[in-house]
């Protein structure tokens, strides 16, 4: 398992939303990112958390991690076990007063989760060797995971949206 951080929400070249994950520890040379394709719900999500930004109203992970403390879990880690025929699968480990729970998960949930209550994402060795771009291939600075254009839009997008859009 290799420890990853959220580097950001991107928008790719076909307006598909993706959330690129970057190993914590890796090397100059070789570095490597995985990009996963999100929902844009899910996608908001992510991106409000690592903002560190409050909706009006809670959302879904808002949500879960209300209910987790409110009977006393935490999430010990996050985990994106595996990736098969293009789908990623990841497991949510729990902390409960009486033991540990692993929880099956869809990474986008997971992160979205890690990313409001501070949890550790790890990433299976065989996720990043199946799944991971160079750094140099990515079209984009490093540190700007959104160029100016994507970033204003994406930005329109958070202030535009609107409770009804998360009603199932």
Do not use: C
Request: charged share 30%; glycine share 6%.
């Amino acid at each position: 398992m290799v420890q990853v951080r959220v580097i950001g929400v991107a928008l790719d070249s076909a307006r598909q939303y993706v959330i690129l994950l970057r190993p914590v520890a890796d090397e100059e040379d070789g570095a490597r990112m995985l990009p996963i394709w999100i929902g844009a719900q899910e996608a908001t999500s992510i991106a409000i958390a690592v903002e560190g930004a409050e909706p009006p109203r809670p959302l879904a992970h808002d949500l879960m991690k209300t209910l987790l403390e409110t009977v006393s879990a935490t999430v010990e880690r996050v985990e994106v076990t595996r990736i098969d025929d293009g789908t990623f699968y990841a497991e949510i480990t729990l902390r409960l007063p009486n033991g540990t729970r692993v929880l099956d998960a869809r990474p986008s949930d997971a992160i979205a989760l890690a990313s409001r209550v501070g949890a550790p994402i790890w990433v299976a060795d065989e996720v990043l060797d199946d799944a991971g771009i160079p750094v140099s291939a990515m079209e984009f600075r490093e540190d700007d995971a959104l160029d100016e254009e994507k970033l204003e839009e994406f930005k329109r997008f958070l202030e535009d949206v609107d409770p009804e859009d998360f009603q199932g």
